[in-house]
């Protein structure tokens, strides 16, 4: 069975930096695209960074410049940094993973929380 752990979410000031981590476990045969949602309250869950296996990127216009997405592809995990922060990055932090055991599916992490405030 497929696990992914996040952890490193917490309350930071504006201006501040906190970096996530993700890792997956379980009967695992490759792990594809990675990546990382937010949701706040009252809004729709959106896509903030994702990157390939081979190290592609992209970002939400929002956080271009101020996040960077990374993974070790030997410890199946992936790292969200975070500099910058603003009351608006408040939400919860989720990992998404394309994970190939038996079969191709998505898997999502538990979420962390993300609080930017003074």
């Known amino acids: 069975q497929v696990q992914l752990v996040e952890s490193g979410g917490g309350l930071v000031q504006p201006g501040g930096s906190l970096r996530l981590s993700c890792a997956a476990s379980?009967?695992?045969?490759?792990?594809?695209?990675m990546a990382w949602y937010r949701q706040a309250p009252g809004k729709q869950r959106e896509s903030v960074a994702t990157?390939?296996?081979?190290?592609?990127?992209n970002y939400a216009d929002s956080v271009k410049g101020r996040f960077t997405i990374s993974r070790d592809n030997a410890k199946n995990t992936v790292y969200l940094q975070m500099n910058s922060l603003k009351p608006e990055d408040t939400a919860i932090y989720y990992c998404?993973?394309?994970?190939?055991?038996?079969?191709?599916?998505?898997?999502w992490g538990q979420g962390t929380q993300v609080t930017v405030s003074s």
């Open positions: 998404y993973a394309d994970i190939q055991t038996l079969t191709l599916y998505g898997y």
């Open positions: 379980g009967s695992i045969f490759s792990i594809y695209t």
């Open positions: 990157i390939t296996y081979g190290g592609s990127t």
